[in-house]
C-alpha cells in the first residue's frame, strides 16, 4: 500500500491519494478526517472524481461529525486498475476487492459503510459474506434486483456492445439524453459523466449485467442498524427494490427523496445515523 499526494502544499482540504495493491489490481482511494472508519462506495461508471463533479453527494458532514472517511475507486474505474474480464466487475466480486482493502486499512475492526448503487450492492454482498466486518450501513440508491434486474442487465448488455461498436462517447451521450427523475433537476452535473477507459468500458457493463443483490434468505441475515435513501422516480434504481430491503433487514429505516432539498440532507441524515446511535430524524422524505 502506497500513498501519492495530488494535492498542493497549499490544498490542505483536498486529501492525499493513495493506493493498495488489492487482489490482482490497484484500488486508489483518499482518507480523510479521524474516527471510527467510514468507506464510500460509488456507483457503475462513477468515481470519486466524478461524482465531486456533479455535486450529487456530498458527505463532507460525516466527516465533520467526527468520522474517518475513505472513498475508492472501485476496480476499473477512475483512477483504479482492472482487466478487460467480465467476472472481475460483478458485484460479489467487487464486495472481495472491499473487503481486502478493509483488511488493510482497518484490520479485524468493524467499520461502517455508505453505498450509491453498485456501491450498495457492494456492500451488501460484503456484509453477507463477510458478518462482523461492517457496524453500520447507509444505502443509497438501490439499483434493480431480482424481478426488475434482467431488463436492467440486458441494456448493460447493449450498451457494452454498443461500446465495443461506436465507442464510449456515445453511450455517455445516449444516458445524458434520457429522462432526468425529478429528484435531479436543480442538480446540474446529473447524469455524472462516466469514468471508466475504453478498455474495460464493456468488461464493467457486462459484469454488471452479470450481477444481482443477494438471495433474500441471505439479506435477512444482516442484523445491524441500515438506513436505506432511495430517491423517486428512477427505473433504474427502482424505490420498490429499497422497500424490500427495508422488509427484509429487521430494524432497517427508510426515507424517500421526492426533491432536491431531500437528496442534499444525505450527507447530514448518514452523519446523524452513523453517530448518533439514534435515527436519521425525521422530516427528511417518506417511508
Given at each position: ?176 439524453g434520457a429522462p432526468v427523475p425529478p429528484v435531479f433537476a436543480d442538480v446540474p ?99
Amino acid at each position: 500500500m502506497s500513498g501519492t499526494s495530488t494535492a498542493g502544499p497549499g490544498a490542505p482540504s483536498h486529501p492525499a491519494e493513495s493506493h493498495a495493491h488489492v487482489r490482482g489490481a490497484e484500488l486508489a482511494y483518499t482518507d480523510a478526517g479521524a474516527g471510527p472508519l467510514t468507506v464510500y462506495a460509488h456507483g457503475l461508471t462513477q468515481s470519486r472524481a466524478s461524482e465531486a463533479a456533479s455535486g450529487l453527494f456530498d458527505w463532507a458532514p460525516v466527516v465533520a461529525a467526527g468520522r474517518r472517511l475513505v472513498r475508492y475507486d472501485a476496480r476499473g474505474h477512475g483512477r483504479s486498475t482492472g482487466d478487460p474480464v467480465p467476472a472481475q466487475y460483478t458485484y460479489s466480486q467487487l464486495a472481495e476487492d472491499l473487503l481486502a482493502l478493509l483488511d488493510q486499512l482497518a484490520g479485524p475492526a468493524p467499520v461502517a459503510g455508505i453505498g450509491s448503487s453498485m456501491g450498495t450492492a457492494t456492500l451488501l454482498h460484503a456484509a453477507v459474506a463477510a458478518p462482523g466486518r461492517f457496524d453500520r450501513l447507509v444505502l443509497t440508491a438501490p439499483p434493480t434486483a431480482w424481478a426488475t434486474r434482467p431488463a436492467q442487465a440486458d441494456l448493460y448488455r447493449r450498451g457494452a456492445d454498443l461500446v465495443e461498436t461506436r465507442g464510449p462517447a456515445l453511450f455517455a451521450e445516449l444516458a445524458a439524453g434520457a429522462p432526468v427523475p425529478p429528484v435531479f433537476a436543480d442538480v446540474p452535473g446529473y447524469p455524472p459523466a462516466p469514468d471508466v477507459s475504453e478498455k474495460l468500458f464493456p468488461s464493467v457493463l457486462r459484469g454488471a449485467a452479470d450481477s444481482d443483490l443477494p438471495a433474500e434468505q441471505a439479506l435477512a441475515t444482516i442484523d445491524i442498524p441500515v438506513l436505506i435513501l432511495p430517491w423517486a422516480g428512477d427505473p433504474g434504481h427502482p424505490v420498490s427494490t429499497a422497500e424490500r430491503l427495508a422488509a427484509l433487514i429487521d430494524g432497517a429505516q427508510l426515507q424517500v427523496a421526492e426533491t432536491g432539498a431531500q437528496l442534499a440532507s444525505w450527507g447530514a441524515l448518514a452523519a446523524d445515523f452513523l453517530g448518533s446511535g439514534r435515527g436519521a430524524g425525521r422530516g427528511a422524505g417518506s417511508a
